[in-house]
């Protein structure tokens, strides 16, 4: 049962585009990332936030940019996608104080940009 | 800089038959180590961890994983595997504090009849 949600699970879009993927928990985690996955490859850190007004980048470098204005909702926007941007996007959170370090994802965003 | 290798890409199975799947790491000190399994289609979920103390851990759905320093592994086992088990497996690190954990690329498990 999951309690990160993300949506949508599969988008196809034309290259210029704007888009945002959304990821919402109900656990109050103040952490919360973003990974991109290729198939294949391992998940690679391209934002994170550790409470709300706070986002940092991760350790791949993203075009892409994020925003937590909530605690629960952590939003991940492309401005103009490209096909370089297509992959699958995993949301996740921990928690903070005397967390074990587990991260809980949602089922993934899968983008397609033609 | 730590570093995560699971040095097999795809492993095929009997259903039945034994697994281990390997990683090694490296990291300056005891890195805290996970496994973590995604099914198609799914997000990823924790088997196992672990932080400090026994060295062979228990996680979930039978698998356990054994923490070995002098080889910098942390080797993932089941006794016998099931046909639900055919996913993709993560090892993964992450220093103490700091849950921008490091994956590996994943090990692909088939289970074949």
């Known amino acids: 049962e999951a309690d990160i949600y993300q949506t949508p699970r599969y988008l196809v879009i034309g290259t210029g585009k704007k888009i945002t993927l959304e990821c919402s928990q109900t656990?109050?985690?103040?952490?919360m990332y973003w990974y991109q996955q290729d198939p294949g490859m391992e998940l690679h850190l391209i934002h994170y936030?550790?409470?709300?007004?706070?986002?940092e980048k991760g350790d791949l470098s993203s075009e892409s940019t994020v925003s937590r204005i909530r605690t629960e909702h952590f939003p991940l926007t492309l401005e103009s996608a490209r096909p370089s941007h297509t992959s699958q996007y995993l949301c996740?959170?921990?928690?903070?104080?005397?967390?074990?370090?587990?991260?809980?994802f949602g089922e993934g965003s899968r983008l397609t940009v033609l | 800089a730590q570093s995560v290798t699971q040095p097999d890409i795809h492993i095929t199975v009997s259903e039945g038959a034994s697994l281990e799947l390997r990683c090694n790491y490296s990291y300056g000190a005891t890195p805290y180590l996970f496994w973590y399994v995604q099914s198609p289609g799914q997000g990823l979920q924790l088997l196992l961890k672990y932080f400090s103390g026994d060295t062979l851990v228990q996680g979930i759905k039978g698998f356990e994983a054994e923490f070995k320093r002098s080889q910098s592994s942390f080797n993932l086992r089941k006794p016998s595997v099931h046909w639900s088990d055919a996913a993709e497996y993560f090892c993964?690190?992450?220093?103490?504090?700091?849950?921008?954990?490091?994956f590996g690329t994943g090990t692909r498990l088939t289970i074949i009849p």
């Open positions: 996740a959170s921990s928690e903070s104080q005397g967390g074990t370090g587990e991260l809980f």
């Open positions: 656990m109050g985690h103040d952490k």
């Open positions: 936030s550790y409470g709300v007004n706070s986002t």
């Open positions: 993964t690190i992450s220093n103490f504090g700091n849950e921008k954990l490091t």
